[in-house]
């Protein structure tokens, strides 16, 4: 019973952090962290161990796998270098540097103990990076390679963990070939294991479509293959994520729609509960922490320096590897944020500086046997640098994105992105629609069209609608709201009256609950959006080619007369601002207003559609 008030109180304190969090306006990381800390002083809060077990078997693998199947394998493939040089090569390069400096300042330790504390301290935990990265408006690129790293940097941490704490039990050789061996079997099992399991796991998707029933296989996934992984000693996390990653990717193939949005949200509440209770855990260590440390024989100033030495050694030791590895990590021609195929040293900067430490590194340290010496420093040397790049590198990081100038994601991007993808969705259907032979006496598909045509119009006034302008879409938002409000109301009488059975009154409701949950969702982007457009305008955040090149008045272009040349067919038309050329879109064939670009450097076009008068830089990759 005490357990469970235990783990009852820690959830609410957790839920009360992130909602505080939320209301003064810091990651949720950081106040969790801190309060723990504090709560773990205060005489009624039982001490809490963390077991290496309950975190490498109990949280690990179902935050990897959450992180894996909402991760996009396209990016992954995109960026592997970078992520790959990070995960692995950043690891053992602050592996050997922290081993180093441990092995110099604690008289006697042996050096496999010095480089397991290494590998202990060497992981960043994404969690931390991106929770805080979204908060500040990171751009996309740095929050994707933190999230690929994190993939993998904790099988290359826990596999060198493994090999120095047998080189120091001696039941592991001191040998270059022995450790590659040993990297090589755990890799190589982990992708094979992953593998077996995403097409073991794709054979009964494809005959299940209950959604409760898939939703309890995805649970059991990531368990399944790191306990199966660790047992034949290959790389558990590695076994998760290549499985998640493939599921995630295939997911609107394997599954009923139902089954994906019922996996997405049941991932995503387990996801947001073990990560912040993650943080409240880290600090709720440092009571007893604190409480050990009067047991070693290292005096008080030693300890205090070797910690702190520590804590700076594996932050400079990032930054190193990151911007002294930029041209290696991102040598991509077609990078469009690169000059000469690397990004700028701002970017680089925050990549480096992003690099917090998690819960990993005290599960890790509690790998290290209890008859090791010092051991007690080694756990407190783990949760400095824990708390320590929690508190400053992520206080510090707004202010950094802030002081560079480093561009979040635009709305108006994204709102251009979702118009042109949703009208290239519209065509393709369109096409097939002119395909189907259809019996249609009662106009069917003629009302197909216009719906197709209603979703692309909203789509497309995004980026048209200032914020004090009321859209067609934002009108029907608002309307269709109130009347399903009433609709409801309806609903609810008659289900008090007993006139209906209650299966079918909980149907009904479930309909208009999906209809108005895809409504809130769609005017939250359009407010957001227009939002974002408004305030740019306010501060004049644009750049100098847009504030040259304001928007025109000219009536709609009808044909992009490179397409009627080269007989192919636009899907919509973009005009130049600096000369007035008319060519199609990136969702075209042929890409002639691009292409214009390419030709004429001139900057900025706006669309040449009926209603629309958005602008598009392309030097700067503003929309406004």
Request: glycine share 6%; charged share 15%; net charge negative.
């Amino acid at each position: 019973m005490d357990v469970a008030l235990f783990l009852i109180s820690l959830v609410v304190g957790v839920l009360v952090g992130v909602v505080v969090s939320r209301w003064i306006g810091i990651p949720s990381p950081l106040l969790l962290v801190v309060a723990g800390v504090l709560a773990s002083f205060l005489p009624f809060v039982p001490q809490v161990h963390l077991e290496p077990e309950l975190v490498l078997v109990g949280l690990l693998p179902p935050l990897l796998y959450a992180a894996a199947i909402s991760s996009s394998l396209v990016d992954f493939n995109a960026y592997r270098r970078p992520i790959l040089l990070l995960s692995v090569g950043a690891v053992l390069f602050t592996t050997l540097g922290v081993g180093w400096l441990v092995h110099e300042l604690i008289p006697g330790i042996p050096w496999a103990v010095a480089l397991a504390l290494g590998a202990v301290v060497a992981p960043p935990d994404a969690v931390a990076a991106t929770a805080i990265g979204r908060h500040i408006g990171l751009p996309r690129k740095i929050v994707t390679i933190l999230e690929g790293e994190s993939l993998f940097n904790d099988a290359t941490a826990l596999v060198l963990l493994r090999t120095a704490l047998g080189v120091a039990a001696g039941t592991v050789a001191v040998s270059a070939w022995g450790i590659g061996l040993d990297f090589v079997r755990a890799a190589v099992g982990g992708v094979a294991l992953g593998l077996a399991a995403y097409w073991l796991v794709a054979r009964m998707r494809r005959r299940i479509t209950d959604p409760a029933i898939d939703v309890a296989l995805s649970l059991v996934v990531p368990f399944f293959c790191y306990i199966v992984a660790e047992e034949v000693h290959s790389s558990g996390v590695i076994a998760v994520v290549v499985a998640g990653l493939l599921l995630g990717h295939r997911a609107p193939v394997l599954q009923t729609a139902q089954s994906r949005i019922a996996e997405r949200i049941n991932w995503r509440t387990i996801s947001f509960l073990l990560e912040n209770t993650v943080f409240a855990l880290i600090g709720l260590q440092a009571q007893w922490l604190f409480q050990d440390l009067a047991d070693s024989d290292l005096g008080a100033a030693r300890i205090v320096t070797v910690c702190l030495a520590t804590l700076v050694a594996v932050i400079v030791l990032r930054l190193l590897w990151v911007l002294g590895s930029r041209w290696v990590l991102f040598r991509r021609p077609r990078d469009r944020d690169a000059s000469h195929g690397a990004p700028p040293w701002s970017f680089m900067f925050l990549l480096g500086w992003a690099g917090m430490r998690g819960v990993v590194t005290l599960a890790a340290a509690f790998a290290i046997p209890e008859r090791t010496e010092h051991r007690e420093v080694l756990f407190m040397i783990a949760f400095t640098v824990v708390a320590g790049t929690l508190l400053i590198q992520g206080l510090s990081l707004p202010w950094f994105a802030r002081r560079l100038r480093v561009p979040a994601p635009d709305p108006l991007d994204d709102a251009l992105a979702r118009a042109t993808l949703l009208q290239q969705a519209s065509k393709a259907a369109f096409e097939e629609l002119d395909r189907m032979q259809v019996d249609d006496p009662a106009g069917v598909v003629d009302l197909i069209r216009q719906r197709l045509d209603q979703r692309n119009f909203a789509a497309w006034e995004r980026l048209g609608t200032q914020a004090d302008q009321a859209s067609p879409a934002a009108l029907y938002y608002r309307i269709r709201s109130q009347l399903i409000d009433v609709e409801r109301q309806r609903i609810l009488e008659i289900r008090n009256a007993g006139q209906v059975p209650s299966e079918v009154v909980a149907d009904v409701l479930a309909t208009l609950d999906v209809e108005e949950s895809m409504l809130d969702s769609a005017e939250q982007d359009r407010d957001e959006t227009a939002a974002y457009a408004a305030r740019r305008w306010q501060i004049g955040d644009l750049c100098d080619d847009l504030v040259r090149h304001p928007t025109v008045a000219e009536e709609p272009a009808t044909y992009c007369q490179a397409c009627v040349a080269a007989g192919t067919q636009w899907v919509s038309l973009r005009r130049c601002l600096e000369c007035g050329n008319v060519g199609c879109c990136d969702s075209s064939q042929l890409q002639h207003a691009t292409e214009h670009f390419h030709d004429t450097q001139h900057p900025v076009m706006q669309s040449a559609e009926p209603g629309e008068d958005w602008r598009w830089c392309y030097v700067h990759h503003l929309t406004a």
